[in-house]
């Protein structure tokens, strides 16, 4: 049986993708580390939705994870149709300051387990010849953004990575896509540690962002902006030196 493989489906817009593909009628694995949640959602899609939804508790910042998550889903033999990588988070402070051993964490999250997964489950995927892998990445992605320095420069690891690798599995009918929100509203700044009033930018609606990612995905974009203020504000910000966009981006979080 197929499965859509959720990474971060215990809340925000991994919920959201969680809900979306339920509702779709598609069978689902979802990894997180909040088994309490995850469970939570797992008993609501089944009956809402009478999907199968399967439960994986992982820490994905952790190097053996990815293996981990591979090996449960081939000895069970559940075939991936469409990997959604996810889990994330970001830090928000002065680089200086930020402890080492979560930037740590956070690489391994946003970026090393990403493509580990990419790399483990893109053989089934090519002999389906069908489906794909979602990354999400951010608006964060275009630009550095000063005091989310190495958030930023992992999410522009994200969008480089899906497009590169969607050109080059362009003889085939697997997709690859890189998600690019804008702030959202989901749990993203409490993990953060950052004050919502500071919050210089409006919150787009998880369940939008979700919406637009699978129209896009369905059309086979290689990347989303979600939102259109977003997506004007990348779209000007091409046509101005680098160093301004990177202080002006800087003015947001300082
Ligand atoms: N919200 C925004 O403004 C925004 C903007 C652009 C991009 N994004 C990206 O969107 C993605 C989803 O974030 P969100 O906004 O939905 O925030 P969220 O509500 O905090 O969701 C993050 C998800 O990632 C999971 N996660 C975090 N650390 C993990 C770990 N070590 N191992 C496994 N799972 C882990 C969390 O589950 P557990 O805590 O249960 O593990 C949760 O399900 C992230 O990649 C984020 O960078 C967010």
């Not at 199968?52 to 069970?76: M, Y």
């Not at 992992?154 to 969008?159: G, I, T």
């Amino acid at each position: 049986m197929a499965y859509i493989l959720i990474t971060g489906a215990s809340s925000g817009i991994g919920e959201i993708f969680a809900n979306e593909y339920a509702r779709r009628g598609n069978n689902l694995i979802l990894v997180a580390r909040s088994e309490d949640k995850l469970q939570a959602i797992a008993k609501r899609l089944w009956e809402e939705r009478n999907v199968e939804v399967i439960v994986l508790t992982k820490d994905l910042s952790k190097p053996e994870s990815a293996s981990e998550v591979f090996e449960f889903c081939r000895s069970n033999d559940y075939d991936i149709e469409l990997l959604i990588n996810n889990a994330g988070f970001g830090m928000i402070k002065d680089f200086q300051n930020q402890d080492m051993n979560r930037i740590e964490q956070m690489l391994q999250l946003n970026i090393c387990n990403l493509v580990k997964l990419t790399h483990l489950f893109l053989p089934q995927l090519i002999k389906r010849n069908k489906g794909g892998v979602i990354n999400v990445a951010s608006t964060a992605a275009f630009q550095p953004v000063p005091y989310m320095t190495a958030y930023a420069a992992s999410k522009a690891f994200v969008l480089s990575f899906s497009i590169g690798l969607k050109e080059e599995l362009k003889g085939s009918n697997v997709k690859v896509m890189a998600l690019c929100p804008g702030g959202t509203d989901t749990a993203f700044f409490d993990t953060a540690d950052y004050e919502r009033s500071k919050l210089m930018i409006p919150l787009d609606k998880p369940e939008d962002v979700v919406k637009t990612a699978i129209e896009r995905f369905r059309k086979g974009d290689s990347f989303v902006i979600t939102g259109l203020a977003n997506k004007l504000l990348i779209h000007i910000q091409r046509f101005l030196p680098r160093d301004v966009v990177t202080k002006v981006a800087g003015k947001l979080f300082k």
